[in-house]
């Protein structure tokens, strides 16, 4: 079965230190997303990206990120100028252009800042 | 805005009990309603969801009606299975948006 793939799965950065985040989306879907979740809190949407161009994003998703698709095969999150408070895992979706919405998640990549 | 409350965890049963997990939300308009499941050291799941008001989503034994007058969404299970064992996140989509709102999850820890 197809599956989202994260790499890697633990990043341990130093504050001020930028930090790319690779996910592989399922091979024929065409929305991709980043959600994170900090340590006893909610899953937080970030960022949705749809034909090369980002489609909706949430408060969080301030000039400290970015997020591209490179090629065919990669969706990547960028963080410029990392903060202790982006310790968090993050989580890549994709989902196919049908009626469902269903989104697919990645297994995350924990990211400490320290 | 949009957002989802979810019972506080640990929930702890015994095999074959009776399971609920309360969700209800906030959201303007009419939203896609969703249950995931995180299993250790995996990503999250979709378990079922419901689209429109009395919707009931259905997959593994697990049960959610969406209830528009109460604004909720409750998960159910008859009998459940150490197997079952993960975290469960409910979650909404607001009609004309994509990015899901997750409430805080709930770990359910089922004992033999």
């Known amino acids: 079965e197809p599956e989202v793939t994260q790499t890697p799965s633990h990043q341990v950065t130093q504050m001020g230190q930028e930090v790319i985040l690779r996910c592989v989306p399922i091979?024929?879907?065409?929305?991709f997303y980043w959600y994170r979740q900090i340590l006893g809190q909610k899953v937080e949407f970030l960022v949705s990206?749809?034909?090369?161009?980002?489609?909706?994003k949430s408060e969080i998703f301030d000039d400290q990120f970015s997020v591209e698709r490179p090629d065919g095969s990669n969706f990547t999150l960028k963080i410029r100028s990392t903060k202790l408070e982006d310790s968090a895992m993050y989580f890549c979706a994709s989902r196919d252009t049908g009626g469902t919405y269903e989104q697919y998640f990645g297994p995350g990549t924990r990211l400490t800042v320290t | 805005g949009n957002s989802v409350t979810q019972m506080e965890g640990p929930v702890t049963l015994s095999e074959e009990a009776f399971l609920t997990i309360n969700c209800t939300y906030t959201a303007t308009g009419y939203p896609s309603l969703f249950w995931y499941v995180q299993y250790p050291g995996e990503g999250l799941q979709l378990l079922l969801k419901a689209t429109k008001a009395d919707d009931k989503g259905s997959n593994k034994g697990f049960e959610a009606t969406y209830r528009k007058e109460t604004t909720s969404f409750h998960l159910e299970k008859g009998s459940v299975q150490v197997s079952d064992s993960a975290v469960y996140f409910c979650a909404l989509r607001r009609g004309g948006a994509d990015g899901l709102t997750f409430g805080k999850g709930t770990h359910l820890i089922i004992q033999p």
């Open positions: 091979s024929n879907h065409l929305y």
């Open positions: 990206f749809y034909n090369n161009e980002i489609s909706e």
